[in-house]
């Protein structure tokens, strides 16, 4: 699956890089960057766990 | 075909249940996941999935004109980020949040960090304290009021401005009435304000700066002020008062973080999901939508219950025990969705400096004389003693 972000929802607050510093993190201006896209097995996992503790909801899986 | 949604004939903001609303909470969510409450002119969602996906669909569950339980509020909310959804709500959303997202934030951390340890020190030397004037008020109170750069006689009223604009969200009863004045004096205070009012180098002179260099739409500061000081003001401290008084009664859990501080943000995460500030919250149905096999109507306004959704078995395992190891990120106490509370990273912000705080200068703490005052939508400690061991 794809990890997809809406780019115009996120705001920096950084559970998503919490809950799976792996596959993503905040650059120095506090903007998401997807180190990973294209996930399966265990990455699926901490994918679906950063997509569910959005507090915005700006990361959808697909 | 859809059925019927289940009747309670309770008002949701009755004094009784309004200073416990968790046996109530429990009634409701086993009724059902949608339960009609006539007395209120509501539908409750009261288990945990169909609050998270409400707050996710707004274009089935509108804020506008809804977020109230009154026309008055509802009303006065028009044109806000919180009562508009999506697209007029994307922008409004951007220019609120702007400085409260954890990087505009970052420079006041430290500040926030020392702040919280000074006072607690502070109290601590006194080894027994009231700790709702003197913590859970005193702090984000003086944090709020550094942030947006308010100054002498306005800093006094923050308090009770606070207090009455959450209060004028509930149903027309007495409280609200008694509130409606208070919190208009909020809203012409915020209606006047100019930048000259607020200390040279807060957020919130830089608010209106913004606004004379045209980057946000005239007439907006004053808005934005608005809602930092009605939003963020009441609830924190309804958080902080929460987290004394949690690791009071629960002096293993707060041994636990006093061992691990890289706990911190989970203890406060667990005390968000056991006690919500907030009671409940409203939507609007733009369609008949069928939720758990039960319809709700185009139009039925709709209460959301945070805590009912926050205790339901069916998501967090033994939900009616305190436990920080449970780590609940996906609580539902800031909402969620397009709405999800804008000033949530601010709010961390305060209470894990408060946790650190208490974890790093007290070896012990117990409370009691704990009082809780009926409010219409936030639910908080008004007074509680502490006796503290350094």
């Known amino acids: 699956m794809k990890i997809e972000l809406d780019r115009p929802r996120c705001e920096g607050h950084g559970l998503c890089e919490e809950a799976a510093p792996e596959l993503m993190h905040l650059d120095d201006d506090d903007d998401l960057v997807l180190d990973v896209v294209e996930v399966d097995g265990t990455a699926l996992d901490r994918a679906r766990a950063a997509v569910r503790v959005c507090p915005v909801a700006a990361l959808r899986l697909v | ?390």
């Not at chain 2, 809203?187 to 980057?215: H, K, N, P």
């Not at chain 2, 039925?300 to 436990?323: C, Q, S």
Request: hydrophobic fraction near 45%.
């Open chain 2, 1 to 390: 075909m859809p059925a019927h949604a289940a009747v309670s004939d309770i008002d949701l903001f009755a004094d009784d249940i309004l200073v416990d609303p968790y046996p109530t909470y429990t009634a409701l969510r086993d009724l059902g996941s949608v339960v009609h409450l006539p007395a209120n002119d509501v539908y409750a969602l009261t288990r945990y999935h169909v609050i998270r996906a409400a707050l996710g669909d707004f274009e089935t569950f509108s804020s506008e004109k809804a977020i109230g339980f009154n026309p008055m509020v509802n009303e006065a909310l028009q044109g806000t980020s919180l009562a508009s959804d999506p697209p007029a709500h994307t922008q409004l959303r951007a220019t609120l949040s702007a400085n409260l997202t954890p990087r505009a934030l970052r420079g006041l951390g430290e500040t926030i960090e020392a702040k919280a340890d000074a006072l607690v020190k502070t109290l601590a030397e006194r080894s027994t304290f009231e700790a709702i004037d003197e913590l859970a008020r005193a702090f984000p109170l003086e944090i709020v009021a550094d942030l947006i750069g308010f100054t002498g006689d306005v800093k006094a009223n923050m308090l009770r401005w606070g207090q009455a604009a959450m209060e004028v969200i509930g149903p027309l009863n007495q409280r609200t009435q008694e509130s409606f004045p208070i919190a208009g004096e909020l809203y012409g205070w915020c209606s006047q304000v100019t930048a000259e009012d607020l200390a040279e180098g807060s957020i919130g002179r830089g608010i209106f700066d913004a606004e004379a260099r045209g980057d946000i739409p005239a007439g907006s500061a004053g808005h934005i002020i608005h809602q930092y000081l009605g939003a963020g003001v009441d609830t924190t401290i309804a958080s902080i008062g929460n987290i004394i008084a949690l690791f009071g009664r629960h002096p293993d859990q707060f041994a636990k973080v006093r061992e691990d501080l890289s706990l911190v943000p989970a203890a406060f995460a667990e005390v968000l999901r056991f006690w919500p500030p907030v009671h409940a919250w409203g939507r609007r149905a733009t369609k008949d939508v069928e939720v758990d096999g039960v319809l709700i109507p185009a139009g039925a306004h709709v209460a959301i219950l945070f805590g009912a959704g926050n205790h339901d078995p069916r998501h967090y395992e033994d939900p009616d025990t305190f436990d920080i190891s449970r780590n609940p990120v996906d609580h539902l106490s800031f909402g969620y969705g397009p709405h999800g509370c804008a000033g949530q990273g601010l709010a961390r912000m305060e209470a894990h400096a408060i946790i650190r705080a208490l974890a790093t200068r007290l070896t012990s703490l117990e409370v009691d004389g704990e009082v809780r005052l009926p409010s219409n939508i936030t639910r908080s400690i008004s007074e509680l003693r502490v006796t503290a061991t350094v």
